[in-house]
């Protein structure tokens, strides 16, 4: 099956910072893949080559099997629709002008009534765009990148800011979609989010690619172990023959131990108060942390 | 160009506008209010220096032997051209005109100047030789009517001209950065929309509601003041549409690379602040230093202003104002398309 699209080599200089450094990836059909990383890994830069907004300095990018040049560009807009990580739209219309004003944009559009009620938009179809809430406005920003029925969309952390109610309302929207077999191509800061919605991530740090793969297969080819957690106040013994190292952040202590019942027997028997324990298996956000490291990023 | 495209923008800037209504009420009041301002101020004016036109020797016999020319308070201005020099004192732009060749005079009979300084003519003597004067005067009177031209009515035009370039500059260059800035730009980048059809919708959009506000307002202004219009209203309304689109195409200039609206607003005030001073908005170019009037000769407004005035106050046809519509076109042609090709949505 041909790729909708492929990154071949995409390389991205800005005034002697390389922003990205060699990024390639191809998607089948109807994927929702999650691109993340931390700031200033080359997510937007690389989501803006595979867009058209942004020429690579080299490497190419091809959508449908035919390389992205300016010849091809208006067949590449009119078939992706791209909700940017910030983005304003005109002051003084509404959102019902705002659908129609994209609408007119494209040569095809779908049924704007039945975009307005799968994007709950109803309620507020008369108010200025200026006057939304963070959700209804990314829930109008959606709207609008799927206004033209595309068959690639970009979303970029489009659930930024959102209270966890309206992010997961908005999760349900991205379902939607994926339902229709639509590919979507998303970056995210919320591991949780990739983990809900994406079919394959990958992770790029330093303007590269440094893992890819199903979230399940990248969960199980870096971590062997799960994780105990207990409250930092239940334990006052000496810790320190331990046959694994504990992790203390302010309120707990964490153990990574690959067998639970000898972990668990060697706990009692020093002693430790285990009423408060809590199992977890590793998550994305374990993932991320060990592959991009711990160190604040500007 | 798909026509689909330019409507969707035009509308969505015309509500844009249309809806704002701060800035809307400021781009029909700015006007409105200068016009009254200048209006009231200078509804009392008195003449206390009358003007006086000479045509031919300054320094001839008939200056030195005649005491009119030694009137104290008249201002005598000498003048090459009798045509022009009769068009002034039927404007009462001039009290009183002297042909020393002829040995003609004009006066306006509608000209309260003109009559005072008959007056003192025909009271005034002549020497004749070292020790007899005569009250004969020797010049032959020739009748002129027209009304005058106050200065409002020469203001007008100027203020109109001047509220079509900052309703052009600021309402595109300052809006275009702003959009480049807030992602607006981008956004629309991303759909099929082509820059040609953005900007086209710009410009239209723009061009007709700068028309609509300076037609607005000088209906008003005529109401009020009884403007002059001499020539051919379709002819203003021709040179003001030329006039906003060499206005616009200075503003897309600007508008077309910059992304910051500090720096936008800087450049569009370092334009605009020197073409309302040296573009004869205020005051007549005629007594300002020659380098400054050919500065002047750079500047859209200086030619938007002058063809405007030539056909209101000088009834100047078409053909008459030539130079000041080949120039905006000019203008607005190379601007365009320097600025089309330099735009830049992000």
Redesign the interface.
Known sequence: MTCIIEAQNLVKHFNGVIAVNGVSFALQPGVCFGLLGPNGAGKTTTIEMLEGLITPTAGNVYFNGKKYDKKYSNNFKENAGIMFQSTALQEFVTVKETLNLFTDLYSKSVNIDALIEQCALSEFLNRETTKLSGGQRQRLLLAIALINDPTVIFLDEPTTGLDPQSRRNFWNLVRDIQAQKKTVILTTHYMEEAYELCDEIAIMDHGKIITRGTPEKLLAQHFNSVVLQLPAEDIDGDLSQLPFTPVRNAKHLEFECTDVNTALRILLQKNINLRNLRIRSHTLDDLFLKLTGHQLRA | MKL??F???L???N??FL??RSALAWNFLFPVLIVIGFAFAFSDKTINIYKVGIIGDPNSALIKEHSFFKTKHITFVPLDDLKNAIVKIEKHQLDMLFDLNTRHYWVNNESPGGYILERVLLSSKQQTSPHETTLATPFIKQKVTGRAIRYIDWLVPGILAMNIMFSALFGVGYVMVRYRK???L????????SAFEFLSAQIASRLWLVMLITVAVYIGADLFLNLPMYGSYFNLFLVFVLGSISMISVGLLVAARTTSEEFAGGILNLISWPMMFLSGVWFSLEGIHPALQKLALLFPLTHLISAARAIMLDGASLMDITPQLLTLSLISIALLIIGAMTFRW?
């Open positions: 689909k495209r409507r969707a923008i509308i969505a800037r509500r844009e809806r704002d807030n992602g607006v981008k956004r629309l980048k991303a759909t099929p929309l992000n």
